[in-house]
């Protein structure tokens, strides 16, 4: 009986495991720590849901009703570990198990078609797949720049409440979802929070109407462009424009697709409230002192570092992993390596709105391709090398979710006449 393994037991590692053991197949589950749930324990406390509960969830197991339209970051990771442990999960995870290396078996097809060898710390299994599904929200990125800062420092990944700052004057350096948490936790804690803001971005109320905005039925009857410009519209009525906040950047783009999109209003409010001041790009450190690309300059007790993450699979070898604007190259909606068989990403692209039902359409995915493969017989079949040549490559991480949709659609038609080409022996050529 063939064998494989999923690496990570965080959302999507969990969601992977269950739907190939819902499908029959002999799994393996390795993590690195010692539970469920990735980053969620370590997340700042600050932490919500950006997307409504009830459009956040796992197949078949929504989140428990009392929970608030938002749950906290400590709920959600409840929610991960009660899906674990009602479909008996923590009998398969291997804790505290390190995935080493994962190599390609020696054949003289495609690589990865005869296999992988995963080597752990506590051993090494050769499995007919492997999904990776380790995340993309651990590997800090800082960026540098000249001089040295005298103060603290810390990445988001690192800081959990205003407890671990030292001082009053803190610096936020990163305007997306956790840099506008960061600098709005500071706010309400009554200490001095600057946010450094580079490029314009588009604010987004979680809510309308008293309603999560992805449970706005109205919305569901127009299309992607015109729900765009519907919900420009109502946060321009709601929040107003850039122009209406001292120290920020117009958005360089038109639409919310077009650019980067921030699902906050707490952090408007703040400005206006004089809690949180915009600055421009960092230039140089000089002791506490900051110097800005505006030519201003001040102090600084602690800088907040939201810059977001590296997309590493530090268990395969780098040659293995093509990348570009420092992302994997992949096909099938974000699941497929380019120039590998029979290994899968599975989280390692973000389509906005809710992630956790992601995790699972792309799980089920990967068990059609398995399917595929064992038909196909020794050597599996080549369905990497069929995607790669009938797909545009993908490497992004955020994604309007829409054109992921379509990606999945795509690749749904794809494996469909790739499954009725197999079944009757017929060759799958690029007219598919």
């Given at each position: 009986?063939?064998?494989?393994?999923?690496?990570?037991?965080?959302?999507?590692?969990?969601?992977?495991?269950?739907?190939?053991?819902?499908?029959?197949?002999?799994?393996d589950?390795?993590?690195?720590?010692?539970?469920v749930?990735?980053?969620?324990?370590?997340?700042?406390?600050a932490?919500?849901?950006?997307?409504?509960?009830?459009?956040?969830?796992?197949?078949?197991?929504?989140?428990?009703?009392?929970?608030?339209?938002?749950?906290?970051?400590d709920?959600?990771?409840?929610?991960?570990?009660?899906?674990?442990?009602?479909?008996?999960?923590?009998?398969?995870?291997?804790?505290?198990?390190?995935?080493?290396?994962?190599t390609?078996v020696?054949t003289?097809?495609p690589?990865?078609?005869?296999?992988?060898n995963?080597?752990t710390?506590?051993?090494?299994?050769?499995?007919?797949?492997?999904?990776v599904?380790n995340g993309?929200?651990?590997?800090?990125?800082?960026?540098?720049f000249p001089?040295?800062?005298?103060?603290?420092q810390l990445?988001?990944?690192?800081?959990?409440?205003?407890?671990?700052?030292?001082?009053?004057?803190?610096?936020v350096?990163?305007?997306?979802?956790?840099g506008?948490?960061?600098a709005?936790?500071?706010?309400?804690?009554?200490?001095?929070?600057?946010?450094?803001?580079?490029?314009?971005?588009?604010?987004?109320?979680?809510?309308?109407?008293?309603k999560?905005?992805?449970?706005?039925d109205?919305?569901?009857?127009?299309?992607?462009d015109?729900?765009d410009?519907?919900?420009?519209?109502?946060?321009?009525?709601?929040?107003?424009?850039?122009?209406?906040?001292?120290?920020?950047?117009?958005?360089?783009?038109?639409?919310?697709?077009?650019?980067?999109?921030?699902?906050n209003?707490?952090?408007?409010?703040?400005?206006?409230?004089?809690?949180?001041?915009?600055v421009?790009?960092?230039?140089r450190?000089?002791?506490?002192?900051?110097?800005?690309?505006n030519?201003?300059?001040?102090?600084?007790?602690?800088?907040?570092?939201?810059?977001?993450?590296?997309?590493?699979?530090?268990f395969?070898?780098?040659?293995?992993?093509p990348?570009r604007?420092?992302?994997p190259?992949?096909?099938?909606?974000?699941?497929i390596?380019e120039?590998?068989?029979?290994?899968?990403?599975?989280?390692?692209?973000?389509?906005?709105?809710?992630?956790?039902?992601?995790?699972?359409?792309?799980?089920?995915?990967?068990?059609?391709?398995?399917?595929?493969?064992?038909?196909?017989?020794?050597?599996?079949?080549?369905?990497?090398?069929?995607?790669?040549?009938?797909?545009?490559?993908?490497?992004?991480?955020?994604?309007?979710?829409a054109?992921?949709?379509?990606?999945?659609?795509?690749?749904?038609?794809?494996?469909?006449a790739f499954?009725?080409?197999?079944?009757?022996?017929?060759?799958v050529?690029?007219?598919?």
């Open positions: 009986m063939t064998r494989y393994c999923v690496i990570g037991a965080g959302a999507a590692g969990i969601s992977a495991l269950q739907q190939l053991r819902q499908a029959g197949y002999d799994v589950c390795f993590e690195k720590g010692d539970r749930g990735g980053h969620w324990h370590t997340d700042y406390e932490l919500h849901l950006i997307t409504a509960r009830d459009m956040t969830h796992f197949e078949d197991f929504p989140m428990p009703a009392q929970y608030p339209h938002f749950p906290r970051r709920q959600v990771r409840d929610y991960l570990e009660s899906y674990a442990r009602h479909h008996g999960h923590y009998d398969i995870i291997q804790f505290n198990t390190e995935v080493l290396s994962v390609p020696a003289d097809g690589v990865g078609s005869a296999g992988w995963v080597t710390s506590h051993g090494s299994e050769t499995y007919d797949g492997v999904i599904a993309h929200l651990w590997d800090k990125k800082t960026p540098s001089g040295e800062f005298a103060g603290k990445h988001s990944s690192e800081y959990t409440n205003v407890g671990d700052i030292d001082g009053t004057r803190v610096l350096v990163g305007a997306g979802n956790s506008c948490d960061l709005v936790d500071v706010a309400q804690h009554r200490l001095e929070a600057d946010i450094v803001i580079r490029e314009g971005t588009y604010f987004q109320p979680k809510a309308y109407f008293g999560p905005r992805q449970e706005l109205f919305l569901k009857q127009f299309a992607p015109e729900v410009l519907i919900s420009r519209l109502l946060a321009r009525v709601s929040i107003g424009e850039w122009s209406d906040y001292p120290g920020m950047p117009e958005p360089k783009h038109r639409t919310l697709a077009e650019g980067s999109t921030v699902v209003t707490l952090l408007p409010y703040w400005i206006q409230h004089g809690r949180v001041g915009v421009p790009g960092i230039e450190f000089d002791g506490k002192t900051v110097h800005f690309t030519g201003t300059a001040k102090e600084y007790d602690t800088i907040l570092w939201a810059t977001g993450f590296h997309s590493s699979v530090p395969l070898a780098e040659e293995l992993v990348r604007k420092g992302a190259i992949r096909y099938g909606a974000g699941i390596p120039g590998l068989e029979k290994l899968y990403y599975v989280g390692m692209i973000a389509p906005r709105g809710p992630q956790i039902p992601v995790y699972g359409m792309q799980a089920k995915l990967v068990a059609t391709m398995i399917r595929l493969h064992e038909q196909a017989g020794d050597g599996g079949a080549t369905i990497g090398a069929y995607l790669s040549g009938l797909q545009e490559s993908e490497d992004r991480i955020d994604i309007v979710r054109i992921w949709e379509d990606q999945m659609a795509d690749t749904e038609r794809l494996l469909a499954a009725a080409a197999q079944a009757t022996a017929t060759p050529t690029a007219s598919a």
